[in-house]
């Protein structure tokens, strides 16, 4: 049984959710703490707290004159979480934009590790891309794998910093990606072909085929999550138009 959130995290929820949707401007002051208080029905020590877990996440400035909104770009990755909770999954750009980032923090991650490999770590490399290669159409054993695979690149490497924002991202993308509300429609067969070439190119120490096989493969996915996208959101509009 789940704890139920504290009145912090409630007002956090909400204070969180209208910065990000837009209900106010960067530069724009929220209300007083008073104010806020009064709002919540809460005291003014959780609107504290609500307040200073806002400044960690970025997305606010305690300044003198009361707290600001800083603007999303400013803030930290945590945010991005939270942009995929709210339905901005469904924002063609912001799919392309993670899966972008995605590829080229992979890409880079599979080719160094290429490069560092001992013979016994290709063998497991390999060996994890043959199960990605088996588990295509099982979404949530592939997605395990793939954890899996991007962890044994990792401590090849032993890139920390590639490692804990590739973590960062994966985890808030990821768990967003399994429960978008709509199935994605992904070019099966180009997906196999490519781990296949990551496969090989694994097996052959090819670091510039892993590289492009890794960048093709997240296009592929890119392709067919934003193609799901616009598709779900136009039957939206669509269900909208005929109520």
């Given at each position: 049984m789940s704890t139920p959130p504290s009145k912090a995290e409630e007002i956090i929820a909400v204070l969180r959710s209208e910065i990000l949707r837009g209900q106010y401007r960067p530069g724009e002051r929220l209300p007083s703490e008073r104010d806020l208080a009064a709002r919540f029905e809460s005291n003014r020590g959780a609107i504290r707290e609500a307040i200073k877990k806002l400044e960690q996440l970025g997305i606010v400035a305690v300044a003198p004159g009361?707290?600001?909104?800083?603007?999303?770009?400013?803030?930290?990755?945590?945010?991005?979480?939270?942009?995929?909770?709210?339905?901005?999954?469904?924002?063609?750009?912001?799919?392309?934009?993670?899966?972008?980032?995605?590829?080229?923090?992979?890409?880079?991650?599979?080719?160094?590790?290429?490069?560092?490999?001992?013979?016994?770590?290709?063998?497991?490399?390999?060996?994890?891309?043959?199960?990605?290669?088996?588990?295509?159409?099982?979404?949530?054993?592939?997605?395990?794998?793939?954890?899996?695979?991007?962890?044994?690149?990792?401590?090849?490497?032993?890139?920390?910093?590639?490692?804990?924002?590739?973590?960062?991202?994966?985890?808030?993308?990821?768990?967003s990606t399994m429960n978008l509300g709509f199935e994605p429609d992904i070019d099966i067969s180009a997906v196999k072909q490519q781990l296949i070439r990551l496969r090989d190119s694994i097996k052959s120490r090819d670091e510039v085929n892993v590289r492009d096989a890794v960048i093709q493969h997240f296009q592929i996915i890119k392709i067919g999550l934003l193609e799901s996208a616009i598709e779900a959101g136009a039957d939206v509009e669509r269900s909208m138009g005929n109520a």
């Open positions: 009361g707290v600001r909104v800083l603007p999303v770009e400013e803030a930290t990755l945590e945010v991005l979480g939270y942009l995929l909770e709210l339905g901005e999954i469904q924002k063609p750009e912001l799919i392309g934009q993670v899966l972008d980032v995605l590829a080229v923090m992979t890409s880079l991650s599979a080719r160094s590790a290429v490069v560092e490999a001992s013979d016994e770590n290709i063998t497991d490399m390999v060996q994890l891309v043959d199960q990605l290669v088996q588990t295509i159409g099982d979404k949530e054993r592939h997605t395990e794998i793939w954890t899996q695979f991007s962890h044994k690149m990792m401590s090849i490497h032993r890139n920390l910093v590639l490692r804990l924002v590739g973590n960062g991202l994966r985890t808030q993308f990821l768990s």
